[in-house]
């Protein structure tokens, strides 16, 4: 009505305005038309009439005026919106717009940036490729690289932003010129590029191989101590642990090893290939060992987690068939963070934590309880005099607290990125610090890296990516005495000085010395060269160096050195390099898409080690192994090249069928020159089903199966197995003069292992909420090498042969559910698992292979154990009972009775992230599961003594549960002092069913407000709470301060670790 | 400006080009050595690297007679009883050999044999090549393709003496004896045994296809390797184990005949084992093992036999009644110690007198000028040339009786037989060949009283007298044949 009202008066006041040139200037953005009236008025004196609610209706409006004709104002103002207006006399009228006025609506050019909502925060944000159509129309473009896009369309129409894996957006035009739009990515994240191998990429929406990627943001709020740690239930089908055969592992420093897919090696290395920027990472040898110096520390640790882009692991053949005779274990590939082009940023992050020891330790029994059962002990032992029970004294050491601290950990990261003109860079430095929980173990780590993007020309770029670190070590290792020191021993005469009537490691840990230094550097650089449109020529020339110095002194008043001194001074150096020169070729044709590559690669690794032992010091402040009394030197080394060619080729038709191939030829020194050169293959397809014409799930936004066939190998079992070798040590002289004494047996038919690798795969999207992938492979290895007994004819015991063959085969699932998606509140969800079987095909002869604890036989997983079985406690007598072969029980043990069990492979593993996002409040949780599987623990074995050594050796807290009289039910046997030497050898008693649930990690995080932080001219701010090893259950818990599955591994403690950071960006 | 992005574009791709020739011509590339240890078909590519592998061979062949070997055939026969330590050939000593002794003499000797010969066999297919490679260097050549020859020729002789029947065993030799290898074969092959008769065929041809190699040194003054003169008097021994009598007596007359070789005097008989090596002291030992580098400890031969606290064998009473009271090789050959583990017993000093130190290398005699002379002896006596046969051992047995004049009277011929052995006992016990005596001349063991063994006495033939092939072989063999009487 009140619309009626103004018309009529302005029909009344009808009087031609456009005589007034009235100027108009104004900036507003998004402002609601009616407070742009008012201004107008204010700046002309006009009146205005409207219907409040109607302006309201129409929107906002963003102007941009410079002394504009009120006229051509007013046109902008109503500009897209349906709108008319009139002056009349010195009043303007606005009314809505009859539809008649709609259709002459004029078509306006509108710019904007599309931006991932995932990638906020990071140096570019921008998204490419994004498909921008005009609603009701044909008209249609796409966003540049930089996300920019430019469009004409009518201005009161609707514009359509699409992308696969992105979902759609439609935006009311309005009249704005400029339209930025934020996507946020739908669950499958299809648009994603996986770059793999050797500059090659796939996108994820026809994705034929098995890439996973783990990106920069899964990696926040992680451990920053190594990067091999932070893989671990995240990537479905690996696996991360101690590793295999490690024989510290009550150490702070034993070592850890990554899986993929299970073993298939018994001589060989089962790590997977690292490989940073292009080049492959030496990890130690084998089993991870650092070959020349005492302690081996794992490279994983030299690296600043924080400067990591993305990890992404290779898995099929298609993806590691590139990487031939190194690929079998699975490729890591390491890509570290490049500027971009777009603001500069400047960060800072903080974080300090504190390590604590917790309820993770190995449960033992207090000095009260070692007394009462000692002397059960004792008196259970007919041939013990039992008036000679010695004094136990009233001492009560806890050892735990002797050895052990509660750990600080500080991490400071500056990193500053952005390009210039046609130079792009990441610079960073950093600076890790951990007290660790065992003391006299402390990591320094000062790393920094200097990426570089340089465009010389249109046709050419160079590029530079060095990252280098020092890192300190200082090392304590204490052996058992944490947990097998007697309780009622004390540390300390009452004169303060070391108590030495045991092996008290407390003198060594005064007194001896263990530094480890190194540095190193690892990076390339390269170019690329635009030949024509679609060939580049790319050369990356790297190089991994390693130089790590170990200083031990084993002081002169320390137990194993005494009165003498001992100083080691030791130093290993790698150098490893490698040359690539690589052609890519990327066509497209119409709905045909090619990409073709060809390349090769030059490596060369290069070890040597020298350590000098000097015996026999002056005095303890010495130090240097040159004024020692006696010295030893040991010099070694070794080294190896190869040289490869690779090629892959890859077509994608309308999106829809893709298929790839891919092949290498690898050459190594290491090999017979029989088998010097070999070859791998690989092929796959992929179908991505819902981008057919006949697709009309709705429901399922996406679909795609694919397949995969292929081969690569395992060369990495050290160097020259295949030759003959002869050495010339001092021992082999004869007389005065050199002598050469051949110590390797020759195969000259010794060859790589090649593993046959089928993987499939179907991926889904669910109701643009859910993806869903699923994998299955059988991965056969062939030619398995191992060390094998030989005629002696050949002058040796034994000799490496490729020997058998390993099936592992499996399937793997990785979910992604957007479970919530509001405003306010988001609540994600990553979930994976894995099942892997291992079954062993072939072995040498059919050779059935007893090792310590486990067994290989053809038709069974190679990790089964061979065991007695232990069949529990005679309630008569408290005696230990086992089965014998036949199932019958027996008391004696007799390794006769061994019969094959449980493996240790599980049924099941995986992770599961979930991320909970409220306002500016994100709460992130890791948990980590494990069903199925057996480990033997050593650690039991020996701790459960049954009082056998009891008298020197501290025992598990479990040992409360004995037995002690007739009818006492008990899982654990009478306890005799000195005696029981069965009960501790090798029986089920001490396999543990792996089955748990781990909470390793759960963050809190805090952003501060944008609004907050342009007061203070910060660009990004965030402060968060984190936890590591959080919580630990199996279903086999025991009593409190008991030991389970969880502290019955390794009897070194996983610290519970809470932390406080703090990131800025300006 | 086309035709600049036209030069660009052959500019790169001329470097494209280059890198990758550059890698496919570095054939050497892919030849990689290891630091501080070598190929095998490195090693062999110079002169040096054949030298070093003919001193290896020696330090390998070294290691398997001080540990076992060398001890071998007087622990397993009558000259010997065990002390409380014994341990070292223990089972050997006892009769009570398994095919499963790996990790014991019946293993170790088996590989360490073959380890030996491994080296050997490398040097002898490597020198042709470098003959025609290095034809100034063919004398230093030579002489280690005659070294190498004659070290196959032990190998296989000393194989053939633990683990197959003796010569004599069948009358045409048709038993089992052992590989003979003359390459080393690769690590899947099946390796069958040779037959006796082709054992020794092949030891003979070695030793003697030597001698024109060797011929340069027939001279020779280095003791520790194998001269001229050390083909011919293992020749004499080799014939003699065959039963060839008149070829015994030739190669021995010619090894005799040399004049850089004498039998050492009795003043300085004893120096003669205790010494350093040289010519001038000991001209008697026409090859010995002997390593500046070698210690005493550990299980080695001094340990075992002459280490007044360690030792773990001494002289058995029916070899102490074969001396009289004035042979040197009594009064000065053994040391008893006065108190300890071993007081009262008779140790030899032939490795080491009373103490075991570090320094003076001991010396392993593997064959002596005095040998010689008893092989003559025998084979002589097996001619019936009697009188020579008793000059011979007269020669032997004036020298320990240096203070008066020896006669050899012999009431028959069987008689002369009995001394001849009994000599030989005498002046080669602890030097590893009674046993082996005993089996060749088809005698049985018979322990003395003071036997402390688990078996006194074996008669011939007896499957016993020769070791089990190992297990372990006979399982990744499968030509290997076991001998009998071992499972």
């Known amino acids: 009505m009140r619309l009626t009202i103004f018309l009529l008066i302005a029909g009344c006041l009808a009087v031609q305005a456009s005589g007034y040139a009235q100027k108009v200037s104004l900036s507003v953005r998004n402002a609601g038309i009616e407070s742009v009236c008012l201004n107008i008025k204010q700046q002309t004196g006009y009146f205005f009439l409207y219907d409040a609610d109607v302006l309201k209706k129409s929107g906002k409006v963003s102007l941009e005026l410079k002394n504009a004709e009120l006229t051509e104002a007013l046109k902008q103002l109503t500009a897209g919106k349906a709108l008319d207006y009139k002056i009349i006399d010195k009043t303007v009228i606005i009314s809505e717009a009859k539809n008649s006025t709609r259709v002459t609506q004029e078509d306006i050019i509108i710019k904007g940036t599309v931006k991932s909502k995932e990638a906020q925060g990071q140096a570019n944000p921008s998204l490419p490729g994004v498909v921008v159509t005009v609603k009701g129309t044909k008209k249609a473009t796409a966003t540049n690289g930089e996300g920019a896009y430019t469009i004409q369309a009518p201005a009161n129409g609707i514009l359509i932003f699409s992308m696969v894996g992105y979902g759609t957006r439609e935006i009311a035009i309005n009249g704005n010129k400029i339209i930025d739009v934020v996507m946020a990515e739908t669950a499958s994240d299809l648009q994603e590029v996986i770059v793999t191998a050797y500059g090659t990429s796939e996108r994820k929406e026809n994705q034929i191989g098995s890439a996973f990627v783990v990106t920069n943001k899964d990696l926040e709020n992680k451990p920053l101590d190594r990067i091999d740690r932070l893989l671990e239930g995240l990537v479905p089908g690996l696996q991360y642990g101690v590793q295999d055969g490690a024989d510290n592992t009550s150490s702070a420093r034993t070592r850890h090893q990554t899986r993929i897919r299970g073993e298939a090696s018994f001589g060989a290395s089962n790590e997977p290939l690292w490989v940073i920027d292009g080049v492959p990472l030496n990890t130690g040898n084998e089993t991870n060992q650092i070959l020349g110096v005492e302690t081996s520390i794992s490279p994983l640790t030299y690296l600043n987690p924080n400067d990591i882009e993305s990890i992404v692991v290779l898995k099929d053949a298609t993806a590691t068939t590139i990487y031939g005779a190194n690929g079998s274990n699975g490729v ?11 603001e500069k940023t400047l960060s800072y992050g903080f974080r300090g934590g504190l390590n604590l020891i917790n309820n993770s330790r190995f449960h033992v029994l207090n000095a009260n309880e070692y007394r009462e059962l000692y002397k059960e002990s004792y008196i259970n032992n007919n041939a013990l005099d039992q008036s000679k029970m010695p004094d136990l004294g009233t001492t009560n050491t806890d050892w735990y607290d002797v050895f052990f601290r509660t750990g600080v950990a500080t991490n400071h990261n500056l990193s500053f990125s952005g390009a210039h003109k046609n130079t792009r860079y990441f610079v960073s430095g950093a600076y890790y610090n951990e007290k660790m929980i065992m003391m006299k173990n402390d990591v320094e780590r000062l790393s920094g890296r200097i990426n570089i993007d340089q465009k010389i020309s249109n046709s050419i770029d160079l590029f530079l990516r060095v990252g280098a670190s020092h890192n300190r070590n200082d090392i304590f290792n204490p052996g058992d005495s944490y947990y097998i ?6 540390p300390y005469n009452p004169d303060g000085t070391y108590v030495d009537a045991f092996y008290n490691k407390l003198r060594e840990a005064e007194y001896n010395d263990n530094t480890q230094k190194a540095n190193v550097l690892n990076g390339n650089i390269g170019g690329t060269i635009k030949i024509f449109p679609g060939l580049t020529y790319t050369t990356t020339n790297g190089i991994d160096y390693k130089s790590v110095k170990e ?13 003498e001194g001992k100083a080691t001074f030791s130093k290993s150096r790698t150098i490893d390099w490698n040359s690539q020169h690589r052609l890519n070729y990327e066509k497209t044709i119409k709905e045909h898409d090619f990409s073709v590559l060809l390349g090769a690669e030059a490596l060369s690794d290069d070890l040597s080690s020298g350590s000098l032992i000097g015996y026999g010091f002056e005095d303890d402040y010495i130090r240097n192994p040159n004024y020692a009394q006696r010295i030893q030197t040991t010099v070694g080394g070794s080294r190896k090249n190869s040289l490869s060619y690779y090629g892959q080729f890859r077509y994608t038709l309308s999106n829809k069928y893709s298929v790839l191939g891919s092949f290498r030829r690898d050459g190594s020194s290491d090999f017979g020159s029989d088998v010097k050169w070999a070859t791998f293959n690989s092929v796959g397809a992929s179908w991505t089903v819902s981008n057919e014409k006949f697709w009309n799930i709705k429901k399922i936004d996406f679909a795609k199966l694919k397949l995969s066939y292929g081969t690569n190998g395992n060369s990495r079992f050290g160097a020259y197995r295949s030759k003959g070798l002869y050495r010339f040590l001092e021992n082999d ?21 090649t593993t046959y690798i089928v993987n499939g795969g179907l991926s889904l999207g669910l109701f643009n909420r859910i993806s869903m992938e699923i994998e299955f492979y059988r991965n056969i290895t062939k030619g398995m090498l191992d060390k094998v007994e030989v005629t002696r004819t050949t002058g040796f015991n034994s000799i490496d042969q490729n020997i058998g063959s390993v099936k592992n085969s499996g399937i793997e699932m990785n979910l992604i559910t957007q479970n919530i998606q509001k405003k306010d509140f988001e609540w994600t969800t990553k979930f994976n698992i894995a099942h892997n079987t ?13 090792l310590d604890k486990t067994i290989r036989v053809v038709g069974l997983d190679a990790s089964s154990f061979y065991l007695v079985r232990w069949a529990g406690v005679d309630p008569r007598d408290g005696g230990p009972l086992w089965y014998d072969a036949r199932g019958n029980i027996t008391k004696t043990f007799d390794l006769a009775n061994r019969v094959i069990t449980k493996a240790a492979t599980p049924d099941f593993f995986g992770g599961m992230t979930n991320t909970f996002q409220y306002k500016a409040f994100s709460l992130s949780s890791l948990f980590i599961y494990n069903v199925g599987g057996y480990a033997f623990s050593v650690l039991q074995r020996d701790s459960e003594s049954d009082g056998r050594n009891l008298a020197a050796e501290n025992q598990s807290r479990n040992l409360l549960d004995r037995w002690r009289e007739p009818g006492d039910l008990s899982i654990i046997p009478k306890t005799v002092l000195g005696e029981n030497a069965d009960n501790g050898r090798n029986s089920t008693r001490f396999l543990h069913k792996k089955t748990s649930l781990r909470l390793q990690n759960i963050s809190l995080n805090y952003n501060l407000s944008e609004k907050f932080l342009r007061q203070i001219s910060l660009r990004r701010a965030n402060v968060y709470l984190q936890a590591d090893n959080v919580a630990f259950w199996t279903p086999y818990d025991t009593k409190k301060d008991y030991n389970d599955y969880r502290n019955s591994f390794n009897p070194y403690p996983q610290p519970l670790v809470l932390s406080f950071g703090v990131n800025v960006s300006l | ?9 052959n500019y790169t791709l001329i470097l494209v080009l280059l890198a990758c020739l550059a890698l496919i011509s570095c054939k050497k590339f892919l030849e990689k050595e290891p630091f501080g240890k070598t190929g095998k078909n490195t090693l062999f590519e110079t002169v040096e690297g054949a030298k070093m592998a003919i001193n290896g061979s020696y330090n390998s062949m070294l290691a398997y007679y001080k540990n076992e070997f060398a001890m071998y055939a007087d622990i397993t026969s009558d000259n010997l009883i065990k002390g409380n330590k014994a341990s070292v050939l223990l089972p050997q000593f006892n009769f009570q050999s398994s095919s499963g002794d790996d990790a014991l003499a019946v293993g170790d000797l088996w590989l360490h044999m073959y380890e030996t010969l491994n080296n050997v066999n490398n040097i002898l297919n490597a020198v042709p090549e470098l003959k025609t490679k290095f034809p100034n260097q063919v004398k230093t050549l030579d002489s280690i393709t005659g070294q190498a020859l004659v070290m196959r020729a032990i190998c296989h002789f000393d194989l053939s003496r633990v683990y197959a029947q003796p010569y004599n065993y069948t009358t045409d030799a048709s038993h089992l004896g052992i590989p003979l290898l003359f390459k080393t074969p690769s690590p899947g092959q099946q390796v069958a045994r040779n037959t006796v008769k082709e054992t020794y065929d092949q030891v003979i041809l070695d030793l003697k296809s030597a ?12 003791q520790t390797s194998i001269s001229y003169q050390a083909a011919l008097a293992l020749l004499s021994r080799v014939y003699l184990y065959q039963g060839n009598w008149e070829q015994c007596v030739t190669y021995a007359d010619q090894a005799i005949a040399n004049t850089a070789y004498l039998l050492a005097g009795a003043s300085n008989y004893k120096s003669t084992f205790l010494l350093k090596p040289s010519l001038t002291l000991k001209p008697e030992v026409i090859f010995q093992l002997t390593n500046t580098g070698l210690t005493n400890g550990g299980s080695s031969i001094p340990t075992v036999y002459s280490d007044s606290t360690g030792a773990q064998y001494s002289a058995s009473a029916k070899l102490k009644s074969l001396f009289d009271p004035d042979d040197i090789r009594l009064t000065q050959m053994f040391t008893i110690p006065k108190k300890g583990e071993n007081a009262g017993k008779y140790l030899t000093v032939k490795y080491a007198d009373g103490t075991v130190t570090a320094i003076n290398p001991p010396a392993i005699q593997v064959i002596r000028l005095s040998e010689v002379y008893l092989n003559r002896a025998e084979a002589k006596w097996n001619l019936q040339r009697y009188t020579e046969a008793a000059n011979d051992i007269k020669t032997i047995s004036q020298r320990a009786h240096p203070s008066r004049t020896i006669d050899i009277t012999y009431s028959s011929n069987s008689d002369l037989y009995k001394q001849i052995a009994e000599e030989r006992n005498r002046e080669l016990c602890f030097e590893n060949h009674r046993f082996f005596d005993i089996i060749r001349r088809k005698e049985p063991l018979q322990r003395g009283i003071d036997c402390n063994s688990n078996t006194c006495s ?11 092939i190992p297990n372990k072989e006979v399982e990744a063999n499968k030509a290997m044949k076991q001998n009998p009487g071992y499972n």
């Open chain 2, 211 to 222: 001698l024109p190699f060797l011929q340069q040194h027939a001279n020779g003054t280095v």
């Open chain 2, 1 to 9: 400006m086309l035709k600049i992005e036209m030069k660009k574009i």
């Open chain 1, 733 to 753: 002289t004869y007389n005065d003069q050199p002598g050469a004494v051949m110590y390797t047996g020759e195969n000259p038919v010794l060859s790589w292992e």
């Open chain 2, 458 to 468: 074996l008669t011939y033939p007896n499957d016993k007298f020769v070791l089990p």
């Open chain 1, 332 to 342: 890591i590939l390491i890509t570290t963070k490049k500027g971009a082009s777009g």
């Open chain 1, 551 to 563: 200083n031990i002194y084993g002081s002169m008043f320390a137990t194993s050195n005494k009165n």
């Open chain 1, 485 to 490: 020191n007697r309780p009622i021993d004390s």
């Open chain 1, 838 to 850: 291992n079954k062993i095909l072939k072995l040498n002869n059919d050779n059935v292979k007893v």
